[in-house]
C-alpha cells in the first residue's frame, strides 16, 4: 500500500484525470479539481502521441473495451423525448452498454455518469468479514478509513468483528494487514 493515502489533481483535462485514473489505480484517494464549471468541448481536436496512446492503454484506456469504456452524449437537452428515447434505443445492440445521456447545462444524467465513473474506478465493491484480535486492535482506524464498515461487534473475549465492504486492492491490504497474522 502507497504511504500517500490521498491526492488532489487541479485541472480535469486529460493530464489531469488521466494522473487522477494511475493514483487511483494504485489505491490512492482522489480529489480532481477544475475550475470551469462544466466539462465540455472547447472546439478543438484532440490528438494523443502514440507515448500518451500506451500509457492510457497501461492504465486501460481502451476505447474498443466495453467493459471499461462509457461512452457519453452530451447536449442532450437539446433533443425532445422521442428523439433521445429513438437515438439511445439504436445506439445499444446488445454489445456494449447504451450511451450515458447527460446535458452540462441541466445537470440531466450527471448523477447517473459520476456514479459509473465511481463504480469503475473504485472497482466494485464486495463484502468481507473481518475479526480483529485484542493486537490488532490498532487496525480499526485503518479498516474505517479504507473500507465502508456496514456492522461492528465488540466481542466478550476483546476481539472485534467488523462487517465491511472494499475493493479488490483493499481487500488485498486486508489480508496483508490483518488476515496474515492470525484471525479472520
Request: charged residues 25%; negative net charge.
Amino acid at each position: 500500500m502507497p504511504s500517500v493515502k490521498s491526492a488532489c489533481i487541479v485541472g480535469a483535462g486529460i493530464a489531469g484525470l488521466t494522473a487522477a485514473l494511475a493514483l487511483a489505480r494504485k489505491g490512492i484517494a482522489v480529489h480532481v479539481l477544475e475550475q470551469a464549471p462544466a466539462l465540455e468541448e472547447v472546439g478543438a481536436g484532440l490528438q494523443l502521441s502514440p507515448n500518451a496512446s500506451r500509457i492510457l492503454a497501461d492504465l486501460g484506456v481502451d476505447a474498443a473495451d466495453t467493459d471499461r469504456v462509457i461512452e457519453v452524449w452530451n447536449k442532450i437537452d437539446q433533443l425532445d423525448e422521442g428523439n433521445r428515447e429513438r437515438l439511445l434505443s439504436d445506439s445499444a445492440d446488445g454489445r456494449k452498454a447504451p450511451p450515458i445521456a447527460i446535458s452540462a447545462i441541466t445537470g440531466e444524467g450527471i448523477p447517473v455518469l459520476t456514479g459509473l465513473i465511481e463504480q469503475r474506478v473504485s472497482g466494485e465493491l464486495e463484502t468481507i468479514d473481518v475479526t480483529l484480535a485484542p493486537s490488532q486492535l490498532g487496525q480499526i482506524d485503518w479498516l474505517y478509513r479504507n473500507g465502508d464498515v456496514v456492522k461492528r461487534t465488540d466481542n466478550d473475549d476483546g476481539s472485534v468483528s467488523m462487517t465491511l465492504q472494499a475493493t479488490a486492492s483493499t481487500r488485498d491490504e486486508i489480508a496483508a494487514r490483518i488476515l496474515r497474522h492470525g484471525k479472520h
